[in-house]
Structure formats: C-alpha cells, structure tokens
C-alpha cells in the first residue's frame, strides 16, 4: 500500500520560511516524477514544484519561481519543499504527490499523479 505523508507545515510570517517534508512508503518512486500541489480555500488544486527525477528537470509556476525550491532523496524514498519568503497568497493546503511511472517532461496537473499525501496547512500572517 503506497503512503505519501507530509510534515512540516505551520504558521509563519510573511518573509519567512518553511520547509516540507513528504516521507513516501509502500514502494520507491526512483526516476518517476514528483510534485508539490498547494490548494487554497475556493481555488482549484495548483502545481508549485515538480521534479522529473533526481537531478532532472524542475518546474516552478511564476507564482513561486526563485522563492520555492524542490528536491529529493530517492535513496530515502523523501521529498522536499523549501519555502522561502513566504507570502500572505502562499498559505494553503500543500500536497505531495508522485507519478505511477515515468513520463516526458514534468507533470503539472492534478490528473497526471496517481498517488497523493493527505495535505500539510501553511499559514502565512501577515
């Protein structure tokens, strides 16, 4: 039975950072795509991080280019979010999500993940 649980999130101020964490179990995700959703209260579910494999290609939205870094330890079976100067827009639910198998390029939507984690909150005050 494959899990994917996240840790790390919280409340912070604005400017501040945080890093998630997702621990995967149940089976190993090496060079199968990996990703960071976040959902906000009345928005729809939104990509902020994908990694093709490790040390592959990375996807970042506008919305967080330069301010959220992803990473992986397939050894470990672990993802990772670094958040950096948070802002007030950036709290929600964030989720990790993984890819059955490979793909080309990064998957940057909902649907093409088949395995999710059960959401991490992340206040931002302002």
């Known amino acids: 039975q494959v899990q994917l649980v996240e840790s790390g999130g919280g409340l912070v101020q604005a400017g501040g950072s945080l890093r998630l964490s997702c621990a995967a179990s149940?089976?190993?995700?090496?060079?199968?795509?990996l990703g960071w959703f976040r959902q906000a209260p009345g928005k729809e579910r939104e990509i902020v991080a994908g990694?093709?494999?490790?040390?592959?290609?990375?996807y970042y939205p506008d919305s967080v280019k330069g301010r959220f870094t992803i990473s992986r330890d397939d050894a470990r079976n672990m993802l990772y979010l670094q958040m950096n100067n948070l802002k007030y827009e950036d709290a929600a639910v964030y989720y990790c999500?993984?890819?059955?198998?490979?793909?080309?390029?990064?998957?940057?939507?909902?649907?093409?993940?088949?395995?999710w984690g059960q959401g991490t909150q992340v206040t931002v005050s302002s």
């Open positions: 990694s093709h494999r490790s040390g592959g290609t990375t």
């Open positions: 999500a993984a890819r059955a198998g490979a793909s080309i390029g990064v998957p940057i939507t909902v649907e093409q993940y088949q395995y």
């Open positions: 149940g089976r190993t995700f090496n060079n199968v795509p």
